[in-house]
């Protein structure tokens, strides 16, 4: 994010629009929408977090609930936990766009790998029908539970992705990041009918008066 921007937190009710990253963690990165011009924070209290989190498919919905739970008892705890969450968020946004833009800031690894381990803690193996599967242990409902999953699927998923494949939306007021898995690795926008749309009628207008010529 450029630094000179403030940042506004907005009341957002999260829609499956909202997930486009093509992976839970890069949507988490964007619940901060428009980094590059007029920068929203739509996670404006652990209750949204817990909402996008099931929109997201963090997490199992008896864990959210337990959480949610707790967060009403434990409001200045939950408080805490979001500000981690945050923190992680900016982390991961400058870790993502400096692996994309070749300069990724060497200090970021610290604080993602506290909550990946934090991640991996939170799991137990069991064996299901013949496989060993990794599942989140019942009992790990801390209220940094969300934080250590995002950092937890950003290094199984994200990470040991070619880096040509990680991409900022061209967009204007996005910054939204996505995993572009289409078959030619040209996708620009995070959603063309948000971000492609201003775009292609630019390119539109262009070969009309082309045309007239
Ligand atoms: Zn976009």
Redesign the pocket.
Known sequence: MKAHLQVIVESHRFSTGDL?GGDAALDFINTI?GRDQSPRDWLDSYTRLLEWAALAHLLPEKILRALARKAQSEPAAAASALARAKELRETLFALVTGIISGSAPKGTLALLSKHWIAGINAHELRFDDGHVIAEIRNDAADFDLIASMVAYRMVQHVLPLPKDRLRV???PN???LFIDSSKAGRRR???MA???NAAKSRRFHARLRQRRK
């Open positions: 486009i929408t939306c061209d967009g996005c910054s939204w926008w995070c959603d948000v971000c492609g």
